[in-house]
């Protein structure tokens, strides 16, 4: 199993950045891929990013330019870093881990079996 905890979010200014962290433990054999998600009051889970137990990734078509998701293998840390904000990133964002990478387009909640507890970004 997995384990996953979200940390670095805050508030900020349109225009700034912000960088998440989420802290993967657990046994990561069964898992290939981690990825960011959002998901604001009253709407759905949206996947922001992915990255593959290989390095490939992908990206929402909002956030692309803008985010960039990374990991950190020897210190089993997954990264957002996010730069030119919007208010309309302002969302509770969360790290998961899946099995199935798909290669193109933005992550699937559905694809994912575990979950950190999340972490609020607010851009104002």
């Known amino acids: 199993h997995v384990q996953l905890v979200e940390s670095g979010g805050g508030s900020v200014q349109a225009g700034g950045s912000l960088r998440l962290f989420c802290k993967v433990s657990?046994?990561?054999?069964?898992?290939?891929?981690v990825g960011w998600f959002r998901q604001a009051p009253g709407k759905d889970r949206e996947g922001v990013a992915e990255?593959?137990?290989?390095?490939?990734?992908t990206y929402a078509d909002d956030v692309k330019g803008r985010f960039t998701i990374s990991r950190d293998n020897a210190k089993n840390t997954l990264y957002l870093e996010m730069n030119s904000l919007k208010p309309e990133d302002t969302a509770m964002y969360y790290c998961a881990a899946g099995v199935r990478y798909r290669g193109s387009g933005a992550p699937r909640p559905d694809d994912y079996n575990y979950w950190g507890q999340g972490t609020q970004v607010t851009v104002s």
């Open positions: 657990g046994h990561s054999r069964g898992s290939n891929c």
């Open positions: 990255l593959s137990k290989y390095g490939n990734s």
